[in-house]
């Protein structure tokens, strides 16, 4: 019986393993796919040149959150309950 367990935990710690290099396997066909077409390529491209814009934007998004978050901290602290 111990035996039989041993086994089994062997297939448990391989089967994530096994996943992981079949993901990588999806991800390699992705890239073959992007060097075969010349309009996928270009988009891809496209996107990488405005990935650094997209990333400022969402940046200042975050930081106008953050400070309407500490705003509403500051001027509704007192209230303790819904009235």
Known sequence: MANLSA???????VGPQLARIM????????FKLLSKFKGLQALMQ?????LPSVINAFA????VYFIFSVLGVFFFKDI???D
């Open 60 to 63: 200042l998004l975050s930081l």
């Open 46 to 50: 496209t996107i990488q040149f405005s």
């Open 7 to 13: 086994n089994s935990l062997k297939v448990i710690r």
């Open 23 to 30: 993901r990588v396997m999806r991800v390699s066909r992705l």
């Open 80 to 82: 303790t309950s819904g």
